[in-house]
């Protein structure tokens, strides 16, 4: 945890406990909302949050609320840091990669697998935190030919035949 990060989230929790008696949140248990804010500002979700600060959703999304400002200094610091960690991660793996490359000896010792989730995950987490998709997964329906015969004969079943009158 960045400790300026953490200052910066007890003195919005303490401007707030001080000046309002609806801040009920912020003057029962500070530090668990304190808690509850960083971990919202890291990229958890509100309902992990709440399980495991035990603050109700509609408390945490008030907390989020009444210290939007900071909590939106503090995410952004938090996705740029994690943005340089990722890059920095990145850099070391190339570089490992031309290690390997040119040392046998070297590519049989090395195990890259930790270097390659590091920068996955830190790569995963600054898009996380920025906003920005982790995932996609596109839907597709597609209908067998079965199911499309199947559908013009039941279409076919009801059409009516007109015979056209005699003049």
Do not use: C, W
């Amino acid at each position: 945890m960045n400790t300026n990060e953490l200052d910066m989230l007890a003195e919005s929790i303490d401007s707030v406990a001080d000046a309002s008696t609806a801040a009920i949140a912020e003057r029962t248990n500070r530090e668990n909302a304190i808690d509850a804010l960083f971990r919202l500002a890291k990229g958890d979700t509100v309902t992990k949050t709440s399980r495991e600060t035990g603050i109700h959703s509609v408390t945490l999304r008030k907390l989020m609320a009444r210290h939007e400002d900071v909590y939106k200094v503090v995410k952004s610091s938090m996705t740029r840091d994690m943005a340089v960690t990722a890059h920095k991660a990145t850099q070391v793996l190339a570089k490992k990669f031309d290690d390997l490359d040119s040392n046998q000896e070297l590519r049989d010792k090395t195990d890259i697998k930790s270097i390659a989730i590091a920068a996955g995950v830190a790569a995963d987490k600054s898009l996380t935190l920025n906003g920005d998709a982790t995932n996609i997964t596109e839907h597709r329906h597609t209908v067998s030919r079965e199911d499309y015969e199947a559908s013009i004969r039941e279409a076919q079943a009801q059409v009516i035949d007109i015979e056209p009158a005699a003049t």
